[in-house]
């Protein structure tokens, strides 16, 4: 619109300049009886709802949202939390990024808001929770939201989104939520190391699985540590007393000879987001066909290699 103005603006004061005679029926005022461009209307994202999106997009890819659905329609993704950006971080040129303080407090937002949802903190389950922003086109034109948005995952490693046909309310209450990580199937690279993880898959705990999830460990704050060595290293470290009070063994030197590890972290922009999250596993030296939960030394006796 600003635009248009400034082009009118000019046509009128070259046509000032040259002064030519005026046509019958004509007052040279350019504007004068032409209908006004309508307002631009953005239509800010509204809770709760949920969205069909075409298989394989993640929501923080979607540059154009559909029309929302009956959350008991086939659905990928579960607005759950709209949020508005405020202050000096609305005030940006461009939308906030990972790691700056506004997303940081929008992800602290909708992760609480997920968990109230849930009814757990979201890692804990088969859950991926996206903090999404207006486009930069959007953006400039005044939006200043951001949306909550859930996903279902089909499996516990590989992020693959479900199609639902329900809301996930109460999905990761305890003992019963539909999609808690709890058992797990482990499987290693074939001819690798036998600690070369390949796949993890949920398992009943009545039948013979390698592992189980123990909890979340969340290392302290800071600058994410870019040597892949000592962040694996840091990682067991802090998974072990998670494990450890989850089977509820002693987290001791005789703790390696119990039972081995498995640490799923979250990436750098997770970390930057404000998500420092690992998830933990033991992962014992053969199958067992129960839960480890409060197991204590029968459930995870000392083993000799």
């Not at 559909?66 to 607005?79: M, N």
């Not at 939201?145 to 309310?169: E, G, I, K, P, Y």
């Not at 003992?175 to 990580?181: M, Y």
């Not at 039948?207 to 704050?221: K, L, M, Q, S, T």
Request: glycine letters at 8%.
């Amino acid at each position: 619109m600003r635009r248009a103005v400034v082009l009118v603006v000019a046509v009128a004061a070259l046509l000032s300049a040259c002064t030519p005679p005026t046509p019958a029926g004509a007052d040279r005022d350019l504007v004068n009886g032409w209908p006004m461009l309508p307002a631009v209307v953005m239509i800010e994202p509204t809770a709760p709802a949920c969205y069909p999106l075409p298989a394989g997009t993640a929501s923080a890819d979607v540059t154009r949202w559909p029309a929302p659905v009956a959350c008991t329609e086939p659905h990928e993704v579960e607005l759950i939390t709209v949020g508005r950006f405020t202050g000096a971080d609305a005030e940006r040129p461009t939308p906030p990024i990972a790691g700056s303080p506004a997303m940081r407090g929008a992800y602290t937002r909708c992760a609480a808001d997920a968990k109230t949802l849930l009814g757990a903190d979201w890692r804990t389950g088969r859950v991926s929770l996206s903090v999404d922003v207006p486009s930069p086109l959007l953006w400039d034109a005044g939006a200043r939201w951001f949306r909550c948005d859930l996903q279902a995952l089909q499996d516990v490693d590989r992020f693959s989104v479900a199609t639902r046909t329900a809301s996930m309310r109460g999905a990761l209450k305890p003992d019963g939520g539909e999609l808690l990580i709890g058992c797990v199937k482990v499987t290693t690279k074939p001819g690798g190391a036998t600690d070369a993880i390949d796949r993890i898959f949920a398992a009943q705990c009545t039948v013979p699985h390698e592992g189980e999830f123990a909890g979340i460990y969340e290392p302290p704050d800071g600058e994410y540590p870019a040597d892949s060595e000592a962040r694996s290293a840091a990682n067991l470290a802090g998974c072990r007393p998670v494990v450890a009070r989850y089977v509820d063994v002693p987290d001791d030197v005789n703790f390696r000879s119990r039972t081995g590890q498995v640490t799923m972290p979250y990436d750098k922009t997770a970390w930057e987001l404000g998500n420092r999250g690992v998830r933990c596993f033991a992962w014992p030296p053969k199958p067992v066909k129960s839960s480890l939960r409060g197991a204590g030394t029968k459930g995870l006796p000392i083993t000799i290699a």
